[in-house]
């Protein structure tokens, strides 16, 4: 079965930028999507399509890919973006998660 | 604004069959571009997909959990549910439904419910 991976945590100082990756065979040829979940709170989509950003989602957040690997970038990073971050992708008609990456600001 | 409510039982016990419906408001579940999907996140782990259905009644399923799934939809009172058979402990999880995109470039989940948990214990 088709995976994702995820490094399981990245620290990050405040004002600082936060980069987030997400790697899977093949997924340059597919597309790649980001959420953000804070405990007690449902998962909020922050990227899709890459590198396309909902609207209400800030604008420091970003993504971009570069062959098989996904990057959430979060600029100038504040203490409210504290949470897990999960990569998606499309794989056969199946959904895939990665394992998800806790962003730490210290 | 379009609100998804999962609603069921809190408890299950082991090897009996866990429960859930989503009703979905202000949207139609009607619609040709968009799945009803459940994900599951168990206590200090990941988001896990559990399945996915279409309006007329199409399932895709996680391999893992594909025998123990049964999805349905009901177009007239605008809900999806999910049943999980033969639950163990490791079954306990807040279970989510959501919104899925189901046209090519459109697969991530827009919408989300706020979750509800279920615990498997006799």
């Known amino acids: 079965s088709y995976e994702l991976t995820q490094l399981p945590s990245v620290s990050v100082s405040p004002g600082q930028a936060a980069s987030i990756t997400c790697s899977g065979d093949?997924?340059?040829?597919?597309?790649a999507c980001w959420y953000q979940k804070r405990p007690g709170q449902s998962p909020v989509l922050v990227i899709y399509?890459?590198?396309k950003r909902p609207s209400g989602i800030p604008e420091r957040f970003s993504g971009a890919k570069s062959g098989n690997t996904a990057t959430l970038t979060i600029s100038g990073t504040q203490a409210m973006d504290e949470a897990d971050y999960y990569c998606q992708a499309w794989d056969s008609s199946t959904v895939v998660f990665g394992g998800g990456t806790k962003l730490t600001v210290l | 604004q379009l609100q998804l409510q999962e609603s069921g039982p809190g408890l299950v016990k082991p090897s009996e069959t866990l429960s859930l419906t989503c009703t979905v408001s202000?949207?139609?579940?009607?619609?040709?571009?968009?799945?009803g999907a459940w994900v599951r996140q168990p206590p200090g782990k990941g988001l896990e997909w559990i399945g996915s259905i279409y309006y007329s009644g199409i399932t895709y399923f996680n391999p893992s959990l594909e025998s123990r799934i049964t999805m349905s939809v009901d177009k007239s009172k605008n809900q999806f549910s999910l049943r999980l058979s033969s639950v163990t402990a490791a079954d306990t999880a807040v279970y989510y439904c959501?919104?899925?995109?189901?046209?090519?470039?459109?697969?991530?989940?827009?919408?989300w419910g706020q979750g509800t948990l279920v615990t498997v214990s006799s």
């Open positions: 202000g949207g139609s579940i009607n619609s040709k571009s968009y799945y």
């Open positions: 093949k997924l340059g040829e597919k597309l």
């Open positions: 959501a919104r899925l995109g189901a046209t090519s470039g459109k697969y991530f989940f827009d919408s």
């Open positions: 399509q890459d590198d």
